[in-house]
């Protein structure tokens, strides 16, 4: 199934899922941005970001311990073998890795929920394995997202330029 953004926006697509107790995978694309949310039930397990290297934004986290450092620069990572983002979450201090899937979410998801400029597809599957794991409920990515995007509209009008 597939469609444009000004009929539903990502949010009505992953209550979809939700609501039908379905699993697969919406690509989105808007603008610049394509991401591809892996949804299971009422759950995000997952997110793939066009372009995002994982291994190297992971590695130009600012504060990043050293023997961390280290440990993620003896990762060789291949594009043929999944499992990357359960090898750094293992890595990391479960509330870096928690703040770093956060940031995640703000840069490339958020800013897609509500917008109605771009499409969409979906295929009702079983999920393949992403790029980027997670655990976020629909329900939480939703008002997290409003909540997210309620703060950026507080800081245009304030005149502050929000790093999106």
Same mark, same amino acid.
């Given at each position: ?26 690509d989105v694309v808007s603008n610049d941005r394509h991401v591809r949310l892996y949804v299971d039930y009422d759950?995000?397990? %997952?997110? %793939?970001? !066009? ?13 990043? #311990? ?13 594009? !043929? ?47 393949? #394995? ?35």
């Open positions: 199934m597939q469609g444009q953004l000004n009929e539903f926006t990502v949010a009505h697509l992953l209550q979809f899922f939700s609501i039908g107790e379905k699993s697969g995978v919406v759950r995000l397990i %997952g997110i %793939g970001i !066009d372009k995002l290297d994982l291994h190297q934004t992971v590695l130009d986290a600012v504060g990043l #311990p050293r023997a961390t450092r280290q440990r993620v620069l003896d990762i060789t990572p291949r594009a !043929d073998t999944p499992g990357l983002a359960l090898i750094l979450r293992n890595l990391l201090e479960p509330t870096r890795w928690d703040l770093f899937v956060r940031r995640q979410l703000e840069q490339h998801v958020y800013p897609l929920m509500s917008t109605t400029s771009g499409h969409w597809e979906i295929a009702v599957t079983r999920c393949p #394995p992403a790029p980027l794991t997670l655990s976020v409920t629909i329900n939480s990515l939703i008002l997290d997202g409003s909540r997210w995007e309620s703060e950026i509209d507080a800081l245009s009008i304030d005149n502050l330029n929000a790093e999106v």
